[in-house]
């Protein structure tokens, strides 16, 4: 059970924050609501490229990371489809040190043609190294382009090609700062051992003066309904072949969010999820494998995944995962699996409690999914899941029409 | 208009209370009230210098888990999972370390199942095949990534194919592992002789007694004479040819001295100046001016009987060569012009932060005071380290860095499509 207090501010800026007893650090995250989805086709990491360039520098502070580490502070980032986060932890004596630098760049961002150009090279660099010069990097982008036509999922948020970073430019930079980057776009949260009232009046000061620029953004095309099964098999310079299939599914918001998400618990959720017990260990069809979702804000998918010992057929994996689906349809969940899982979710929510930066983290996330309460009462949507939501779930969702399959060969 | 900036000079951590068991092995406990969980860890000496069978420490510590004699693997797992309890095994080359975290209300389960793993492992033949038949290929495809082909090669490079720390074996050996050899290795290193335990979180008398009990029941091992450790035969230049990388992975560095040494310290805090965080001096040259790469670190590294200064980076193959000679060269800069005094505090600060992040919360307060149980220290250790960062001038970083960097000392490993010297 996470505390919070919660205002927003006359700009639009939304502020959540949390007292935490026991830490002597103050973690502050302030999170974007633009990521790939916001982006161009013919610009895609755009919006990654970007959260890059929030490090290099506003026209008041020329060097982002020198008055965090000043004061003892680490500070990181990340984008994903759906959303932008910037997080950082120092020491709670310092608070204000994070909360002026955010507010400042949140306006002065100060980017210039060389800056761009550097950005663009170490954007580069991270494509080659995490996607093309790694075993199975482009897995993922694959199999998001066959599940996906329109939406703008169908790409990874580090872009389709180099070629789309290489290309961008400093009005594309300009323009993407003013559509969204700006207080109503935000949610601010935090968490200290400071009290509440003091941490909303500190984000107040620092944050309250910004002017905020509302914007409307663009609305993202839907992908609309799988009618028919999707297949592509590449070859690739991997020791063992994969086999990856996935359905489209509801969003994270969606009420079945809930059922797909307890599925792929007990499919693939530790040791003793269903997946790994017979197709590892028993039938020695495969050395890893997982089912899960992508809990997206827009609909989203289910994936299995498998990775082949030598001498199991793509064609016998495809047939395991069906004859998974079709037992979860025969055999329910009994009360004892869904007892596992609520445990389960319990116990990750109070590991998830023991540090500042968490707690800070999921405030803004259950804040930009649009329903902060779920964050202390999500537990009752996994508990109220029922034997006939998971049938009815398996035979609307993961069926064949609904799904695209790839299949990653090793080249022999 | 820029807030004030306070610098932590002092970090008090909570000191770990000892209990000595009736076989010797040492209980430490680090209680908080304020959690409903709570962690255990078992720390053994078993690693992987001490195996005279490849793939034998990592089977004997992956292993435990799968299958006692009263339980199957699935039955372990299940019961586990049930209880939402976290289990994880991690091995390095001293040490193997077997964690168990679970919500307070499920203590009791979890610890039943804990004994079975811990007491009673089986080893089942079908359990090893399974693992190494998918160990097997993870290995190899964690061979084809020039980052661990570097990795392994700066090992050997340093201390020798055949030395325990610098040995890497073929992943075909995993076939011909056995169930004997195995739990040969459990018998002989799962001792009392060999193990302490440190809990953290929610602890109280009730669970206390239920570990001590748990620990008490470990069997003494025969006196185990340590395999012998040869002196290391380091080698200055080693390349791993990969056709058609498009980046080279960088490895460079030399053997110092492990944690308990005076200078660790301070060869830390050149370390981190050089390469231990965002605004470090590789960072900004690598990443920031040159943009040759996403990412480079440099850092001192800990065994139980060796240490290592190291600096690792991934580049495109095209730049390898000027993104080595700038390593080089910033190197040479620390041995050559004093450290402004600015940069040095902002080290000391980031220093400082990072030590208190990770002692933020309960589990992270319990793994620093493992590695300080590692090293013969209590906490009070952590001040004192600070303390001496603190007391660091611009002199004292040339002259660690004039006495233990010098280039003909630096062993430079790279794995690529070219060779970059």
């Not at chain 1, 935090?190 to 509440?196: F, H, M, P, T, W």
């Amino acid at each position: 059970m996470i505390p919070y207090n919660k205002i927003t501010l006359d700009n639009g800026l939304v502020v959540v924050v949390n007292r935490d007893r026991a830490s002597k650090l103050a973690a502050v995250n302030l999170l974007y609501k633009v990521g790939a989805r916001n982006e161009d086709p013919s610009r895609t990491g755009f919006a990654h490229l970007f959260e890059h360039l929030m490090f290099r520098g506003t026209r008041r502070v020329p060097n982002f990371d020198l008055p965090v580490q000043m004061a003892s502070g680490d500070n990181n980032a990340f984008t994903n489809n759906d959303y932008t986060d910037f997080y950082i932890t120092l020491p709670k004596d310092n608070l204000e040190t994070a909360l002026w630098l955010e507010s400042d760049r949140m306006e002065g961002l100060d980017i210039t043609a060389e800056k761009l150009e550097t950005e663009k090279r170490v954007v580069i660099e991270e494509f080659r190294q995490r996607y093309l010069n790694q075993p199975y990097g482009d897995q993922m982008m694959l199999l998001r382009d066959l599940a996906f036509r329109t939406h703008p999922y169908r790409w990874a948020t580090i872009g389709r090609t180099p070629d789309h970073i290489a290309g961008a430019t400093l009005s594309e930079v300009e323009a993407f700062y003013r559509a969204h980057y700006h207080p109503s776009n935000a949610v601010l949260s935090i968490s200290a051992d400071l009290d509440e009232e003091r941490l909303l009046e500190l984000a107040a000061r620092w944050f309250g003066p910004l002017a905020d620029r509302r914007h409307e953004p663009a609305a993202i095309p839907q992908e609309p309904v799988q009618t028919e099964a999707r297949r592509l098999e590449v070859e690739r310079d991997v020791p063992a072949t994969t086999v990856s299939v996935a359905y489209h599914m509801c969003a994270r918001t969606g009420s079945e969010f809930y059922t797909a998400d307890l599925i792929s618990d007990l499919l693939a959720g530790g040791d003793s999820g269903r997946l790994y017990t017979r197709l590892v260990k028993e039938r020695q069809l495969l050395s890893s494998v997982n089912a899960y979702v992508s809990g997206d804000v827009d609909p989203g998918l289910f994936v299995f995944t498998g990775q082949l010992l030598p001498g199991t057929t793509p064609e016998a994996v495809e047939a395991a995962f069906r004859a998974e689906i079709e037992d979860l349809q025969t055999a329910a969940a009994t009360p004892y699996e869904i007892e596992k899982v609520k445990n389960k979710f319990e116990a990750n929510t109070l590991f998830g409690e023991l540090n500042v930066m968490n707690k800070a983290m999921n405030l803004g996330f259950y804040e930009m999914l649009g329903d902060l309460e779920l964050i202390n009462r999500e537990i009752d949507r996994y508990r109220a899941v029922a034997p006939d939501d998971i049938r009815s779930f398996c035979s609307r969702t993961l069926r064949p029409e609904n799904s695209s399959t790839l299949i990653y060969r090793a080249r022999k | 208009m820029t807030p004030p900036r306070i610098t932590p000079s002092e970090i008090d951590v909570q000191l770990a209370e000892k209990r000595m068991l009736r076989n010797g092995v040492a209980l430490y406990t680090l209680a908080s009230e304020e959690f409903e969980v709570l962690r255990i860890s078992f720390v053994f000496r078993a690693g992987s210098a001490v195996q005279t069978v490849p793939f034998s420490a990592s089977a004997a510590a992956n292993l435990l888990a799968e299958g006692s004699t009263r339980r199957s693997a699935q039955q372990i797992a299940e019961e586990l999972d049930y209880y939402g309890s976290w289990y994880d095994v991690n091995i390095d080359r001293d040490y193997a370390y077997i964690n168990f975290a679970t919500l307070s209300k499920f203590f009791d389960q979890t610890l039943e199942v804990a004994e079975e793993i811990l007491l009673r492992p089986a080893f089942p033949e079908e359990e090893l095949r399974t693992y190494a038949a998918k160990r097997k290929q993870r290995l190899a495809i964690d061979r084809t990534k020039v980052d661990v082909q570097a990795r392994e090669a700066f090992a050997r490079a340093l201390f020798g194919p055949k030395h325990p720390y610098g040995i890497s074996s073929e992943e075909r050996l995993y076939d011909s592992l056995s169930r004997a050899e195995v739990a040969d290795f459990y018998r002989r290193y799962y001792t009392a002789e060999r193990c302490f335990v440190v809990c953290s979180g929610r602890i109280g008398e009730h669970e206390l007694q239920a570990v001590g009990a748990l620990a008490e029941s470990l069997p003494h091992g025969a006196s185990e004479t340590d395999i012998s450790f040869p002196k290391p035969e380091t080698v200055h230049e080693e390349f791993v040819a990969h056709s058609g990388a498009v980046q080279s992975s960088l490895r460079l560095g030399r053997l110092l001295f492990p944690r308990q040494h005076p200078d660790f310290v301070g060869m830390q805090v050149v370390a981190t100046a050089l390469g231990g965080y965002f605004g470090s001096r590789l960072m900004q040259n690598l990443r920031e001016r040159n943009g040759y790469t996403y990412g480079v670190v440099a850092a001192m590294v800990n065994f139980e009987r060796a240490g290592y200064f190291a600096v690792a980076t991934q580049v495109g193959t095209d730049v390898a060569r000027e993104a080595l000679q700038e390593i080089y060269d910033e190197i040479e800069r620390l041995r050559t012009e004093p450290m402004p005094d600015e940069e040095l505090e902002l080290v000391k600060n980031m220093m400082t932060g990072e030590m208190m992040r990770i002692l933020d919360g309960p589990f992270g307060i319990a793994d620093v005071t493992i590695e300080n149980i590692l090293c013969g220290c209590d906490n009070t250790v952590i001040g004192e380290n600070i303390r001496r960062i603190r007391s660091m001038t611009p002199a004292d970083v040339q002259a660690l860095a004039q006495r233990y960097l010098a280039r003909e000392d630096l062993v430079t490993v790279a794995a690529g499509a070219e060779r970059p010297w």
